[in-house]
């Protein structure tokens, strides 16, 4: 499949569970990268950190994803492939409003600073922070428990079916 400048498309989808893990009760990232049409790149794995809400999960979720973001960019720039603004989609509110508007420091003044990294993407306008519905978010057939038909959806959206 041949993509001509500025033809390709890069997506992420992000969510997180809050505190699932039981043992430490950490929460889980999760995120999945679609080119064109196609999944390219995905993760499930136990946050670092112990997330106190779960804003805060969602939003080291968003950083996590942000990094991958940027390595797929490079990769796509060093083969020659120009992408639109790339978009990062999440259903956390809280999270990307968070990630968006630095005046929420006293409340978030616990968490590190490099899960800030995302606000400087988001000023440099490296990427797009968008809000999805928690229904089409193909990112939860990584995160939790889901219907066959919600799992089609998923699978569907990020180019695993037809």
């Not at 041949?2 to 997506?11: D, M, P, Q, S």
Request: glycine share 6%.
């Amino acid at each position: 499949m041949y993509f001509g400048k500025g033809e390709i498309k890069v997506e992420g989808y992000v969510d997180a569970d809050f505190a699932g893990e039981v043992d430490h009760r950490r929460s889980t990232t999760n995120y999945i990268f679609t080119v064109g049409t196609g999944a390219v790149s995905w993760m499930s794995r136990i946050q670092k950190i112990v997330a106190l809400s779960t804003t805060e999960a969602e939003y080291v979720v968003v950083t996590e994803a942000s990094k991958e973001l940027i390595w797929l960019q490079g990769l796509l720039t060093e083969l020659g492939f120009m992408q639109d603004k790339c978009a990062l989609y999440s259903d956390s509110q809280s999270a990307i409003h968070l990630a968006k508007n630095s005046t929420f420091h006293s409340r978030t003044k616990h968490i590190g600073l490099r899960y800030h990294f995302i606000r400087s993407l988001l000023e440099d306008e490296v990427l797009t922070l968008i809000k999805t519905q928690r229904s089409k978010n193909p990112a939860d057939m990584l995160t939790k428990v889901v219907t066959i038909d919600k799992l089609k959806l998923c699978s569907i959206s990020v180019g695993l079916l037809e």
